[in-house]
Nanobody, 128 residues
Framework: QVQLIQSGGGLVQAGGSLRVSCVASERTFSTYRMAWFRQGPGKDREFVATINWAGGSTYYAHSVKGRFTISRDNAKNTVYLQLDSLEHGDKAVYYC?????????????????????WGQGTQVTVSS
């Protein structure tokens, strides 16, 4: 059982930056693909970004590419999401997630059903 504990988030002005973090309890954290999803008010949960076990390969949703950066530190069992140039549409609860599978396609690495373990969520609010 992998426990994911999130921190960070909060209130930021449009155009500003924020970082959210997610620490895993599992010693084999480095074997998991990690991802971030978000759920805006009245919306379904959607894919944001994912990173492979070694941190050498990332994939982003079109809406955040070039503004958000996912990274990981396997020595600290932590995955990060740096949010820059925030827009009002980025307001959401952000969730980290973990998956472990033999292989992935772009479709599966962005799918909610691929990820077995989830963090508790952290709120990001963007003000004018």
């Amino acid at each position: 059982q992998v426990q994911l504990i999130q921190s960070g988030g909060g209130l930021v002005q449009a155009g500003g930056s924020l970082r959210v973090s997610c620490v895993a309890s599992e010693r084999t954290f480095s074997t998991y693909r990690m991802a971030w999803f978000r759920q805006g008010p009245g919306k379904d949960r959607e894919f944001v970004a994912t990173i492979n076990w070694a941190g050498g390969s990332t994939y982003y949703a079109h809406s955040v590419k070039g503004r958000f950066t996912i990274s990981r530190d396997n020595a600290k069992n932590t995955v990060y999401l740096q949010l820059d140039s925030l827009e009002h549409g980025d307001k959401a609860v952000y969730y980290c997630a973990a998956a472990r599978a033999p292989s992935y396609t772009q479709e599966t690495m962005a799918a909610l059903t691929t990820y077995r373990y989830w963090g508790q969520g952290t709120q990001v609010t963007v003000s004018s």
